[in-house]
């Protein structure tokens, strides 16, 4: 595996109710456990989580489930999750988990 396919995660605070997240490389099983601790733990009282997936390649069904499990979290103190910039195979992927039916997914413009 190459330096850019491992998982880039960065995790920003615009303000105290919006959580921002910036994610690539690639979400898989050896990374998803560190993804949810990282990001789980910043979830507090924010009312919007923003996740930029422009530099996101794929994820396996284990960062499916990262996300999954971010939009449990995120329902349960009331906030809104948001996935943008996401390219179309990642979207694609994500269809399979039934997440656009959940959380709004935005494309990467082209």
């Known amino acids: 595996m190459g330096i850019k396919d491992m998982l880039k995660l960065e995790i920003k605070k615009s303000s105290d109710q919006v ?5 690539g490389g690639q979400l898989l099983y050896s990374d ?3 993804f949810k601790e990282a990001v789980l733990t ?8 923003k996740v930029d997936c422009a530099d996101l390649v794929f994820l396996d069904s284990a960062g499916m489930g990262s996300f999954v499990r971010l939009w449990k979290e ?3 103190i ?7 910039n996401v390219i179309d ?10 997440l656009h039916q959940l959380t709004r997914i935005i494309s990467k413009p082209e």
């Open 19 to 23: 959580l921002e997240l910036e994610v």
């Open 74 to 76: 995120c329902k349960m």
């Open 32 to 34: 998803a456990e560190h």
């Open 78 to 84: 009331g906030a809104e999750l948001e996935l943008y």
């Open 42 to 49: 910043h979830l507090k009282e924010q009312t919007k989580v």
């Open 89 to 98: 195979d990642v979207q694609s992927l994500l269809r399979i988990a039934r």
